[in-house]
């Protein structure tokens, strides 16, 4: 790496400690969904939350905007919300001078840097799909016009894992957009006193802006430069191999509870989600332990079980721990 690369891998550690510091005025514990989150964003991904009503999911990226200086919009889905909702729609504009009509496109509340898609299952699969260009290709196409997405582009969505009725799973195609899977589980005890406290007071939140978008672009390249052992990414590899049943080498496990397993993607973002965790900790190659670390987010939506698993009390996150055992 150049010594300028360097440079700002410390840049980097130094302004993830800032970030943290800013997160902990407004945000108490889910120090490991902080984590994955910052690591996500500055691999470029996006991020599904999943967790009950009340764990601050939204907050905590109201606050993430706040704090990294980028736009922010947030889209609340509704089984009546459409597309052009999301994405914006044509109008008809009159020149008042020579009487000509034109189609004007008005930009939707997808364009921004962050995009909170509050309870995304709630919206039917058209509505859904509305999002899987955006995401893919950071572009918006209306009435055969392609628009840019303003960058860098993440969409953060929240689940809720209860209250299923009238909600409209996402599919596979769509779930593999997202980069990770993060569960926010309930505080701890001393957390959620400290919670009460912050929340039941006269107590407000002065957030300070720690890096804007033309720094953090900057930051997101430095962590695709960073280089990798050929062992870590063989191992990589090897372990998103072992959730495919059809593998030879893969655990009996596997081939008794997974439907399918993840593909390609998922090898890429194990390595990508990595060289982040190193990064953010300040070093200049990743291990196998952030491989490690980044796995359960990466894998989860990923290894598809089927109804054996779902009989036996089998989900993903478990055959996940079983994988790494054998890792």
């Known amino acids: ?168 799973p996402l599919p596979e195609a769509q779930l593999d957009r997202f980069m990770f899977t993060i569960h926010i589980g309930y505080p701890a005890p001393g957390e959620e006193i400290d919670i009460v406290k912050n929340t039941t007071s006269a107590y407000e939140v002065e957030l300070k802006k720690v890096i804007d978008a033309r720094d953090f672009m900057a930051l997101q390249k430095v962590v695709r430069k960073m280089p990798v052992a050929d062992d870590v990414i063989e191992q990589a590899v090897r372990l998103v191999g072992l959730t495919r049943p059809a593998a030879d080498l893969s655990p009996q496990i596997v081939k008794n509870y997974v439907a399918w397993g993840a593909g390609p993607r998922a090898s890429q973002y194990l390595v990508l989600g990595a060289k982040a965790r190193a990064a953010l900790d300040g070093r200049y190659t990743p291990n196998f332990d952030d491989v490690k670390f980044v796995c359960h987010p990466v894998l989860r939506h990923r290894v598809i079980t089927n109804f054996t698993a779902e009989a036996d009390g089998m989900d993903s996150d478990k055959i996940i721990d079983e994988l790494l055992k054998e890792a």
């Open 1 to 168: 790496m150049k010594e300028s690369d360097i440079d700002k891998i410390k840049q980097l550690g130094e302004d993830y400690a800032r970030i943290k510091v800013e997160l902990k005025k407004a945000i108490v514990g889910q120090q490991a969904v902080i984590d994955q989150v910052l690591i996500s964003l500055f691999c470029g991904g996006h991020s599904l939350i999943i967790g009950v009503p009340g764990l601050a999911k939204t907050m905590l990226v109201n606050t993430l905007a706040d704090i990294i200086d980028l736009s922010f919009n947030r889209i609340q889905f509704t089984p009546d919300l459409m597309p052009s909702d999301i994405t914006g729609t044509q109008v008809i504009e009159e020149d008042l001078t020579t009487g000509r009509r034109n189609f004007r496109f008005i930009k939707g509340p997808l364009f921004a840097h962050i995009i909170l898609a509050d309870e995304i299952n709630r919206a039917p699969p058209k509505t859904q799909s509305a999002l899987l260009q955006a995401m893919q290709e950071y572009k918006v196409t209306y009435g055969g016009e392609t628009f840019p997405l303003p960058m860098p582009f993440f969409v953060l969505a929240t689940q809720n894992p209860i209250e299923q009725e009238g909600t409209y």
